[in-house]
């Protein structure tokens, strides 16, 4: 999936943050709910981002904490064993 990320050297941190909060959960198997959960995280870390967070286990951390609390399958996703 592609995301407006800014075409920066810090690009590489918003896709390894983006990348870590994927590896947490264990992601449906169903391609729109994973594409759902992707695109959530993702806004959530440019939120971040927008917010002067440049720490990609900061990102990580925050996105995961919303699709938790916030996004449709947050209740059902559980972490990776």
Same mark, same amino acid.
């Given at each position: 999936?592609?995301? @407006?990320?800014?075409?920066?050297?810090?690009?590489?941190?918003? !896709?390894? /943050?983006?990348?870590?909060?994927?590896?947490?959960?264990?992601? @449906?198997?169903?391609?729109?709910?994973?594409?759902?959960?992707?695109?959530?995280?993702?806004? /959530?870390?440019?939120?971040?981002?927008?917010? $002067?967070?440049?720490?990609?286990? /900061?990102?990580? !951390?925050?996105?995961?904490?919303?699709?938790? /609390?916030?996004?449709?399958? $947050?209740?059902?996703?559980? @972490?990776? @064993?």
């Amino acid at each position: 999936m592609s995301f @407006p990320w800014p075409v920066t050297d810090d690009e590489l941190i918003l !896709n390894e /943050a983006l990348a870590i909060t994927l590896r947490y959960f264990d992601l @449906p198997s169903n391609e729109d709910q994973y594409a759902g959960v992707e695109t959530f995280a993702g806004e /959530a870390i440019m939120n971040e981002w927008r917010r $002067g967070v440049r720490n990609k286990i /900061a990102l990580a !951390n925050k996105a995961i904490a919303e699709v938790e /609390a916030h996004h449709p399958l $947050g209740s059902k996703l559980s @972490p990776t @064993p």
